[in-house]
């Protein structure tokens, strides 16, 4: 029993000509979007030049701080939803107040 067909259509090679500092400053800004050279090309080809340029660690870091924000707001959530939460409001408060 071989290998199951692949569902993908077969991909072919087109070849584009450009000069050597072109190339270099595809590859750039291929890289600043955390894409391959042939992935950008497609992209700014196929969708009209509408590539997301932000760098990938700035998205990250971005969404690491909305995590943390999100997890923030659960916990102030969960506190205020328990039985007791105005009394542990308010001694948390006080205690704060009085260092």
Known sequence: MGRPKSRQAPRTTMSIRVSECERRHIEE????????????????????????????????????????????????????????ALNLVLRMYCSSSLR
Request: without cysteine; aromatic residues 4%.
């Open 29 to 84: 800004k291929a890289m600043a979007t955390g894409l391959a050279a042939s992935a950008y090309i497609r992209t700014m080809a196929l969708d009209g030049g509408n590539v997301d340029t932000t760098i990938h660690e700035d998205r990250q870091k971005l969404m690491h701080e909305l995590s943390a924000i999100g997890n923030n707001i659960n916990q102030i959530a969960r506190i205020l939803f328990m039985p007791d």
